[in-house]
């Protein structure tokens, strides 16, 4: 019985190497450009059950490379390799549901299948989660959980969320230097309304406000 088993394991191991095998060549083809080569190895493996053939077949039914262009066959092979948990596939469904490609529209949809493939260390799905939570895309604006993903994606060496991020800070520093000055302006129009000139040039040359005829020339005042 345990000579049966490990036999079983050791064909079970085999067979996946040889598909593994067959992946590899069928994708050499499909990167070369050779798609109609690509497609006829491909099919047989993706039927057999392996993911990576079924997001690929996918995605050349998207894409139209060796098959007629046809979205919605594309989305359903992709969809049966997400189902298996393929990190590439669930984030390429993702980007079908983002986009409505094949699939109906649907941000949240797109969100639960990026999270998925982020989760697995996918970069592209880390950085849609960022701009799903930083412009509220199937989720709620979360400014922290935007930034949370960024930083993954980034550190991943995802290049897209590492220019993401710095814009995103830079927004950050821009938008509170910004609130500070119209806080100070606030400031300075109460101390002009309420008769306090003195204060009121004092914090004006500060903010460079210019015109105030009420006010002296700089020379006359010390900030």
């Known amino acids: 019985m345990m000579k049966m088993a490990v036999l079983g394991i050791f064909v079970l191991v085999s067979i996946g ?16 450009g050779n798609y109609l080569a690509a497609i ?16 690929l077949i996918g995605v050349m039914y998207v894409l139209g490379k060796g098959l007629q262009a046809d979205a919605n066959q594309g989305a359903a092979w992709i969809l049966r390799s ?23 529209k649907d941000y ?22 960022g701009v799903a939570y930083e412009h509220g895309l199937g989720v709620r604006k979360n400014v922290s959980e935007a930034v949370r993903w960024y930083r993954s994606a980034a550190t991943g060496g995802y290049s897209d969320a590492t220019k993401a991020l ?18 100070k302006y606030a400031d300075y ?35």
């Not at 190497?17 to 070369?32: G, N």
């Not at 189902?83 to 094949?102: I, P």
């Not at 949240?108 to 989660?129: I, M, P, T």
């Open 40 to 55: 006829n190895e491909l099919r047989p493996i993706a039927e057999s059950g392996d993911a990576r053939a079924q997001n």
């Open 17 to 32: 190497s040889a598909r593994a095998d067959e992946f590899t060549d069928a994708r050499a083809k499909y990167d070369s």
């Open 166 to 183: 710095a814009e995103f800070e830079e927004r950050t520093r821009l938008q509170a230097k910004y609130d500070a000055i119209s806080g």
């Open 108 to 129: 949240a949809e797109s969100v639960r299948w990026f999270l998925r493939a982020a989760e697995k260390g996918n970069g592209h799905a880390q950085y849609r989660l």
């Open 82 to 104: 997400a189902s298996q948990g393929d990190a590439d596939a669930q984030d390429n469904l993702g980007r079908l549901y983002y986009y409505g490609q094949g699939v109906n």
């Open 189 to 223: 129009v109460a101390l002009r309304e309420n008769g306090m000139h003195e204060g009121a040039c004092l914090l004006g040359y500060k903010l460079a406000i210019q015109g105030d005829q009420a006010c002296p020339g700089p020379h006359d005042v010390a900030v």
